[in-house]
């Protein structure tokens, strides 16, 4: 093969050294052997098969997926300013979300209930450069003397700025925090105290997740490293778990994107996905045996690191089927992987974003649709199947929005912005329902304790 080519293609002088140094195997080659094909025929069969693999794993969503992306939505998207709520901190706000947070009850509470010793409230949580978290009353509930749209606790758990919160599962009085002072920390809502404290990481502590139904905490940061913390052995099942360091994961660079897995029939231990800067790789790993798999970013499958994956989310709809990564690619690139493999269902375009960006996302409760910022201010709706095109632009925020959170039980987005605002956007069919008060100072209704 080797001969035929240097023949045909004229390397006279190649060929004669090619002769001469194997000349002995040549010899060896038996005369009724098939002339050998081409070898450039070889090598453009070889060159088509991996195109033809690589094209194999763009766009070629299963039967099931096929359908699902064909299934239209139902245009029931949140793109309606409900309440625009100010004045909560008196600097750009980092996090906001929804939840049912426990508190102490009131003195009215126990007048109706003397034996009540918790009470879930809905509220919305956020965190600021003041270094302060925040709970403001949602939904027409008052609170003792506080009614919807006042702040009814402030609590102070870190000497920075909180980046990401998440509550417990089983235990809603325990709020989970990371911060810019590099710690974590675990709060009782009900007192107001601190539960406990990890200062095992050496720079901000961006992401912060439950996972395994409160069992395991999983922390990523900027040291380039991700903390799994365990429920301590022997602990007493009546008191609020405590936990310790289980083991620690080194990675090429800082850590931004994180999203914990739901199980499923074929997924059944405990998975986090890991987005690091400087690598083109998802990490996949098992939290129970730590086993770790790699699922290259890069359609072509080389090592060239052209972005980070910002923001990870996984989709409501389909167990998880769907894994979405947010990237900070000049195109405003958002890919849509296949969750538990590297083939990309989707490409999307046309978000405004720098090198500078950190886009942040969230997925429509139906998974037809998806939210995504841009450093334009704007928030930008894509619909998951058919042509994956832009069907809303949410404007009003007038500075970096920078976070997002669905609520899927009201159907209600929630962002926040350096512009020290909250907005709750809904859909066409409930914006004309009553809204909470806007906010009021925090210096006037804000404590850290209960009132009544």
């Not at 027409?140 to 006042?150: A, K, L």
């Not at 042509?387 to 159907?411: A, C, P, W």
């Amino acid at each position: 093969m080797v001969q035929e080519f240097l023949q045909t293609q004229g390397y006279t002088d190649a060929l004669q050294a090619y002769e001469r140094e194997a000349k002995g195997i040549l010899e060896d080659i038996p005369k009724s052997m098939p002339v050998p094909k081409p070898l450039l025929e070889v090598l453009t069969d070889i060159r088509m098969s991996q195109l033809h693999s690589q094209l194999s794993q763009l766009n070629m969503p299963s039967e099931v997926e096929e359908r699902d992306f064909a299934t239209p939505g139902d245009d029931n998207i949140p793109a309606v300013v409900k309440d625009e709520i100010k004045d909560l901190h008196p600097n750009g706000i980092i996090f906001a979300q929804t939840a049912n947070v426990a508190v102490l009850p009131t003195f009215k509470d126990l007048e109706l209930d003397p034996t009540r010793t918790v009470k879930m409230v809905p509220a919305l949580v956020t965190s600021s450069s003041d270094r302060t978290v925040k709970f403001t009353l949602l939904d027409g509930q008052s609170h003792g003397d506080d009614q919807p749209g006042q702040v009814f606790k402030i609590l102070y758990p870190h000497e920075g700025v909180a980046l990401d919160i998440d509550f417990h599962p089983r235990h809603p009085e325990l709020m989970l925090t990371s911060a810019m002072d590099k710690s974590t920390v675990l709060t009782n809502t009900i007192t107001g105290e601190e539960h406990q404290h990890f200062k095992d990481h050496t720079k901000f502590v961006v992401r912060a997740k439950f996972a395994m139904n409160g069992d395991i905490i999983v922390t990523g940061s900027h040291d380039k490293k991700v903390n799994i913390y365990k429920i301590q052995p022997g602990q007493d099942a009546n008191q609020l778990p405590r936990y310790v360091l289980d083991k620690t994961l080194n990675f090429k660079g800082a850590v931004e994107g994180m999203c914990v897995l739901p199980l499923t029939s074929s997924r059944t231990t405990p998975t986090v996905v890991i987005g690091t800067r400087d690598d083109n790789y998802l990490h996949y790993v098992d939290l129970i045996n730590y086993n770790t798999v790699r699922y290259n970013m890069n359609v072509n499958k080389d090592d060239w690191v052209s972005f980070t994956p910002l923001d990870i989310s996984v989709s409501p709809h389909n167990n998880g089927g769907y894994l979405l990564v947010s990237t900070d690619s000049p195109t405003g690139r958002q890919i849509l992987f296949r969750t538990d493999s590297a083939l990309q269902l989707s490409n999307y375009y046309g978000v405004p974003t720098d090198g500078f960006s950190t886009p942040r996302n969230a997925w429509h409760k139906s998974g037809k649709y998806f939210y995504v910022t841009g450093n334009d201010h704007k928030i930008y709706c894509f619909q998951v199947g058919g042509n994956q095109k832009i069907v809303k632009i949410l404007e009003g925020h007038t500075s970096l929005v920078r976070g997002l959170f669905m609520d899927y039980q009201r159907n209600m987005l929630v962002s926040c912005s350096f512009d020290k605002s909250v907005r709750l956007w809904v859909s066409d069919s409930t914006s004309t329902e009553p809204s909470a008060a806007t906010a009021v100072a925090a210096d006037q209704t804000g404590m850290i304790l209960d009132q009544q």
